[in-house]
């Protein structure tokens, strides 16, 4: 019980913010250390450097979001089964996530290596990055097994409230990883291949620490492997989560990658600014994504134990809670904007690009927690088709439309960057009203039984 929170009696507040603040940090953290890679190449290796990796995040994201759906429809369907009491099917449940990490993994990492090259030509990556991003996402992809199984066994503690140990093992990976990188990048010059290497060891680190802790833990969640099997009734649950999570991603991911192939065409310093000033947006989207993580899985338990009641405070809370906690990091890495960039590079033709993005994207981006609270709150009560198709709609359909509309009349970076505050507001409308006609309905059902 040391490492689990009954999320289904008590103060919800309270609880709430003890599994998002270390889920927060391990994403800060994370991001933090990808940073480092960052600032390790900015200074260490140049531009150009900096420009090939930071222009590979649209194609990781698009390879990995379909499966990192499924470990969200995962961590909901072993939460609602603790919420329901059905120890049997947790344990089912659990070792089924487990084996689909395998897959996950190894489908990831063949079809990651074979288009990895081909994506960049899509993309239009500019001549004297593309081959550095070649070789960065190849060494990247093939580490992707225990990425995988790092992802699917943090979901499976996160479903019972263990977000603590998950950061304490990134914490000491990383570490690592950072040491690593500067040694290869510093000292043996080996540029975007050292802190890709140093990426493959961390997740090593991180895979066979938590393969470790469920192989010791007690009861339903104990990883047994001659269990791993696909058990077709959970598979399918899983599935029913998340792929619908898993597509919005991967559709929300294709219009970044062709956002992308955009901010390409003003050439590799447009490319370093941005990606230097993304960074920041990890960082305050990590923060979202806990309180996320919390709506989903307190729903999912409460949901599961039929307390409409609960359910009514989770939504209140988190999305309370996420929204300020979003104001506080935007307007912090906003104000500090002059100090932060320079973490990443001191390039005077890199910086103006930069500053560009954290004035018409970051300093809006908390607008975005009126979607992301409330379809998590879908999804913990079963409905992950509607969110996905409000949030495909409403973010990666209008985006594209923009870039071959308006953005095709104007030119300017400054109106590329537009449209990431313009869909935030749309789709947060619509995903609350989607919420609300669907919380209604479910309440009066939990209500009459």
Same mark, same amino acid.
């Given at each position: 019980?040391?490492?689990?929170?009954?999320?289904?009696?008590?103060?919800?507040?309270?609880?709430?913010?003890?599994?998002?603040?270390?889920?927060?940090?391990?994403?800060?953290?994370?991001?933090?250390?990808?940073?480092?890679?960052?600032?390790?190449?900015?200074?260490?290796?140049? %531009?150009?450097?900096?420009? +090939?990796?930071?222009?590979?995040?649209?194609?990781?994201?698009?390879?990995?979001?379909?499966?990192?759906?499924?470990? =969200?429809?995962? $961590?909901?369907?072993?939460?609602?089964?603790?919420?329901?009491?059905?120890?049997?099917?947790?344990?089912?449940?659990?070792?089924?996530? +487990?084996?689909? %990490?395998?897959?996950?993994?190894?489908?990831?990492?063949?079809?990651?290596?074979? #288009?990895?090259?081909?994506?960049?030509?899509?993309?239009? $990556?500019?001549?004297?990055?593309?081959?550095?991003?070649?070789?960065?996402?190849?060494?990247?992809?093939?580490?992707?097994?225990?990425?995988?199984?790092?992802?699917?066994?943090?979901?499976?503690?996160?479903?019972?409230?263990?977000?603590?140990?998950?950061?304490?093992?990134?914490?000491?990976?990383?570490?690592?990883?950072?040491?690593?990188?500067?040694?290869?990048?510093?000292?043996?010059?080996?540029?975007?291949?050292?802190?890709?290497?140093?990426?493959?060891?961390?997740?090593?680190?991180?895979?066979?620490?938590?393969?470790?802790?469920?192989?010791?833990?007690?009861?339903?969640?104990?990883?047994?492997?001659?269990?791993?099997?696909?058990?077709?009734?959970?598979?399918?649950?899983?599935?029913?989560?998340?792929?619908?999570?898993?597509?919005?991603?991967?559709?929300?991911?294709?219009?970044?990658?062709? #956002?992308?192939?955009?901010?390409?065409?003003?050439? $590799?310093?447009?490319?370093?600014?941005?990606?230097?000033?993304?960074?920041?947006?990890?960082?305050?989207?990590?923060?979202?994504?806990?309180?996320?993580?919390?709506?989903?899985?307190?729903?999912?338990?409460?949901?599961?134990?039929?307390?409409?009641?609960?359910?009514?405070?989770?939504?209140?809370?988190?999305?309370?809670?996420?929204?300020?906690?979003?104001?506080?990091?935007?307007?912090?890495?906003?104000?500090?904007?002059?100090?932060?960039?320079?973490?990443?590079?001191?390039?005077?033709?890199?910086?103006?690009?930069?500053?560009?993005?954290?004035?018409?994207?970051?300093?809006?981006?908390?607008?975005?927690?009126?979607?992301?609270?409330?379809?998590?709150?879908?999804?913990?009560?079963?409905?992950?088709?509607?969110?996905?198709?409000?949030?495909?709609?409403?973010?990666?359909?209008?985006?594209?439309?923009? =870039?071959?509309?308006?953005?095709?009349?104007?030119? %300017?970076?400054?109106?590329?960057?537009?449209?990431?505050?313009?869909?935030?507001?749309?789709?947060?409308?619509?995903?609350? =009203?989607?919420?609300?006609?669907?919380?209604?309905?479910?309440?009066?059902?939990?209500?009459?039984?």
């Amino acid at each position: 019980m040391a490492n689990q929170i009954d999320m289904l009696h008590g103060s919800l507040m309270k609880k709430i913010l003890l599994f998002a603040l270390p889920l927060a940090a391990t994403g800060t953290v994370q991001q933090l250390f990808n940073a480092a890679d960052g600032i390790i190449l900015g200074h260490f290796a140049g %531009s150009d450097a900096l420009a +090939a990796v930071g222009s590979t995040a649209p194609i990781i994201n698009l390879s990995i979001n379909l499966f990192i759906g499924l470990s =969200i429809g995962a $961590s909901v369907v072993i939460a609602n089964y603790i919420g329901q009491g059905r120890s049997d099917r947790i344990s089912d449940a659990v070792h089924t996530a +487990a084996l689909l %990490s395998l897959i996950a993994g190894v489908t990831i990492a063949v079809v990651g290596i074979c #288009i990895s090259r081909p994506m960049l030509h899509a993309m239009g $990556s500019p001549d004297n990055v593309i081959d550095l991003s070649t070789v960065y996402l190849r060494i990247f992809f093939s580490g992707m097994p225990f990425m995988m199984i790092y992802i699917y066994f943090s979901a499976i503690l996160r479903s019972k409230g263990d977000t603590k140990r998950p950061l304490v093992i990134l914490l000491c990976s990383g570490v690592i990883k950072v040491g690593i990188s500067l040694l290869l990048v510093i000292v043996f010059g080996m540029s975007v291949k050292g802190v890709a290497f140093a990426t493959i060891v961390a997740n090593m680190l991180n895979s066979g620490a938590l393969v470790y802790l469920l192989l010791h833990e007690t009861g339903p969640f104990r990883l047994r492997p001659k269990k791993l099997r696909l058990t077709r009734e959970h598979f399918i649950r899983i599935l029913k989560i998340g792929v619908p999570a898993g597509v919005q991603s991967m559709v929300f991911s294709f219009s970044n990658v062709i #956002i992308q192939s955009t901010i390409n065409g003003f050439g $590799s310093d447009a490319i370093a600014g941005s990606a230097a000033a993304v960074n920041y947006e990890f960082f305050c989207y990590f923060v979202l994504n806990a309180f996320g993580q919390a709506a989903v899985t307190f729903t999912s338990q409460n949901f599961g134990a039929r307390n409409a009641g609960r359910c009514k405070e989770v939504f209140r809370d988190c999305m309370l809670l996420g929204a300020a906690a979003m104001l506080i990091c935007n307007f912090g890495f906003f104000f500090g904007r002059s100090f932060f960039v320079l973490v990443f590079t001191t390039d005077a033709l890199v910086i103006p690009w930069a500053m560009i993005r954290f004035g018409h994207v970051l300093i809006f981006q908390w607008v975005a927690s009126s979607y992301e609270i409330s379809g998590q709150c879908m999804r913990g009560m079963g409905h992950s088709l509607l969110p996905a198709i409000v949030s495909v709609l409403g973010t990666c359909v209008l985006r594209i439309a923009w =870039i071959y509309t308006i953005f095709q009349s104007f030119g %300017s970076f400054e109106m590329l960057m537009n449209i990431y505050p313009i869909t935030w507001a749309i789709t947060g409308a619509a995903t609350l =009203i989607a919420f609300a006609v669907v919380s209604r309905k479910e309440y009066r059902t939990m209500e009459v039984k």
